[in-house]
């Protein structure tokens, strides 16, 4: 779980970097349109696994039986 965030923190840097430098360096057209299919993808999933929904302790052993309650 923690080699997961560390990923997860560096895609998130890596690609607000990324975000970032396309918006204040003037690039090619190819590269700002290779950050927008993939930086921003990159940045919405890693800060969506950065952010996901960890059970309580006392919860967890019934999440394993049961994962979803949505119902």
Excluded: H, N
């Excluded at 960890?54 to 309650?69: G, I, L, M």
């Amino acid at each position: 779980m923690a080699s997961q965030k560390i990923v997860s923190v560096v895609l998130l840097l890596l690609s607000t970097i990324a975000i970032l430098s396309c918006l204040v360096i003037e690039f090619d057209t190819w590269i700002v349109y290779a950050v927008a299919i993939f930086g921003i993808p990159t940045w919405v999933l890693s800060l969506g696994l950065l952010t996901m929904a960890k059970p309580k302790p006392e919860d967890a052993e019934e999440r394993v039986k049961e994962p979803f309650t949505g119902y």
